[in-house]
């Protein structure tokens, strides 16, 4: 038995290359393993490459991994485009009714061919079943008992009708009695977790949604986009058993623009978009700023610009989410760095929001939102919430009182004797209307001096490796993961590494980030961008000669990249 396993399923888009990862992963779990996993796909309704890659072990995953342990390929292109990925002695399955691999692969790389279609077109009568097939292949070579297939298959399938269930519990059976009759020849089992707790598996879009219900969210706006939809979806179907309200708006402003509506009347409201939709956000973010209405709005970014790769990931947004809009708006920006971080990061997103009265833009990215992770199912009383701190009809009410830690006591509509004008207009502590120069700088000092006492809060950096390490890793984001294996990898080397990840970017936390730069000769700052967004801000507030290290090809960074770069630092040094 190996300790860790990493396939990867592969073929054209519209052959159920992503549904037959998402039952494996779905079953992988049951069966008490952990998971990590990352998907990508064309932003073609059909048609062109898709993959989905399953990380699984006895121990929480970090990462997506680096080389392959087994590859699935349904098609002649799936092999040409990942089989370069496969370990030297990696498994390389395919679909022998239609192609021959052989030429295409070393020959230390193992073939093992099974007839999918033809067994699906025999065995089922129906050919579209191969990724049925498959599934049940891939589950008898890993050691997942058909059981947990047929059970999974019948929470999805079951209300789809009789005759749609039996045709794919019949493909499953096939699938399983060949790869009985045909064995692989090697061990492929990883041995369950000796975990005695309750794991929740959920992707980073749908803990960000469970996170923002949890945290008291009772409104949501959205317009669907890339790879942001699932959000909008979740709580259209969740949200009103929670007495909450889930709305699909004509666009990205109205989205906003309803959820700082809801926001004003006092729901705690969440919207969330991918990098174009926040683009058209921008006006009205500086109307929450303005009015300090607090809302919550999610960013799964995507590569870019324009309309750029929709299903890609990518960490390109942030430089703008720190300085989109107009004027001098005041918002804070947070990044989660894994499923578990989505479901927390967005109750502390919410206590941001709402203690301090002000828009917080959530920076996730294509892979952690669509990325399937295993975590420990939250103790929802210990969670930090946070109401608005409310108006007391006590003489004339300020809405707008300049205060030490600039938050204002806030009134909703109705309440009586607390009645004020709010609108995008500057004004005066009253809600007045004001242009006086007095007054805008004093109107701006207070929003603004929120931002101070926020980057006091604390939880919003993770410390590890090694603490006497004169070589550091500074990451935000999805990159925490890779990063971790990668520093845990140099301690296997006998390097010195420790790493912080920020995952409050703006205002940065200051005592946190200079903390960890005592004693540090080299940082570097792993992102997934072009230009360094994260080490630009970090050079211009530090002036610390931070190392950029960056990609952009639409996937997230593997451990060994990491740890490439960090031996070629340390080497250089």
């Known amino acids: 038995m190996q300790s860790n396993l990493t396939v990867r399923i592969a073929g054209e888009g519209g052959e159920g290359v992503i549904s037959t990862g998402e039952l494996l992963t779905t079953a992988v779990a049951r069966a008490r393993r952990d998971v990590f996993t990352f998907r990508t796909y064309p932003a073609e309704i059909k048609g062109g490459p898709a993959m989905f890659q399953l990380r699984f072990a006895d121990h929480p995953v970090l990462s997506v991994g680096t080389k392959l342990d087994v590859l699935l390929a349904f098609n002649e292109e799936a092999v040409d485009l990942h089989a370069a990925e496969l370990k030297n002695d990696g498994l390389l399955v395919y679909d022998s009714s239609v192609f021959d691999p052989e030429k295409k692969v070393p020959p230390t790389v193992q073939l093992y061919g099974a007839p999918l279609t033809s067994i699906a077109a025999e065995g089922v009568g129906l050919k579209k079943s191969k990724n049925m097939v498959a599934l049940a292949l891939m589950g008898q070579l890993v050691g997942i008992p058909l059981e947990g297939f047929k ?143 607090p809302v919550v709005i999610v960013d799964a ?68 939102s669509h990325r399937t992770q295993t975590f420990t199912r939250p103790n929802l009383e210990n969670l930090q919430n946070s109401n608005r701190l409310r108006a007391s009809k006590n003489g004339e009410y300020k809405r707008f009182l300049d205060t030490e830690n600039g938050v204002s006591p806030v009134s909703f509509p109705g309440d009586e004797g607390l009645c004020y004008v709010n609108t995008g207009l500057e004004h005066d502590e009253l809600g007045h209307p004001s242009w006086s120069p007095s007054n805008h700088q004093r109107m701006s000092a207070k929003r603004h001096r929120k ?32 990063v971790e294996e990668a520093i845990g990898m140099a301690a296997k080397q006998g390097l010195e590494v420790k790493a912080l990840t920020i995952k409050m970017i703006h205002p940065l936390p200051d005592e946190e980030i200079r903390s960890f730069l005592l004693g540090l000769k080299h940082v570097l700052v792993p992102e997934i961008n072009f230009t360094g967004q994260l080490c630009q801000i970090l050079r211009a507030k530090y002036l610390y000669p931070f190392q950029s290290f960056t990609k952009c090809n639409g996937m997230p960074f593997d451990p060994d990249e990491i740890f490439d770069r960090i031996e070629e630092v340390i080497r250089r040094a």
């Open 151 to 293: 059970s999974i298959l019948e929470e999805k399938f079951g209300k789809k009708g009789e005759d749609v269930l039996e045709k794919n519990l019949k493909a499953i059976d096939e699938g399983y009695k060949w790869g009985e009759t045909h064995p692989v020849g090697r061990d492929l089992h990883v041995p369950a977790s000796v975990r005695k707790e309750r794991k929740l598996i959920m992707s980073g879009n749908e803990a960000m949604s469970a996170g923002a219900m949890a945290a008291g969210c009772r409104y949501y706006a959205g317009y669907p986009i890339t790879p942001a939809s699932d959000i909008l979806s979740f709580m259209e179907k969740q949200l009103p058993r929670f007495g909450g309200v889930a709305v699909q708006t004509e666009d990205e402003i109205s989205a906003i623009a309803s959820c700082v509506g809801a926001s004003f009347a006092g729901a705690k409201a969440l919207t969330a978009t991918s990098g174009p939709g926040l683009s058209l956000m921008a006006e009205v973010l500086g109307l929450s700023s303005m009015t300090e209405t």
């Open 301 to 368: 970014q995507r590569s870019g610009p324009s309309t750029g790769m929709p299903t890609k990931t990518e960490q390109s947004d942030l430089a703008f989410a720190v300085n989109m809009g107009h004027g001098d708006a005041p918002r804070v920006v947070m990044a989660p760095s894994n499923v578990k971080d989505c479901f927390y990061g967005m109750v502390k997103a919410f206590y941001i929001a709402e203690k301090y009265q002000i828009p917080v833009v959530m920076l996730s990215d294509q892979s952690l």
């Open 451 to 482: 931002l101070d006492f926020i980057a006091k809060e604390k939880g919003f950096t993770r410390l590890y490796g090694d603490e006497h390490a004169t070589v550091g890793v500074i990451c935000w984001g999805s990159t925490e993961g890779p």
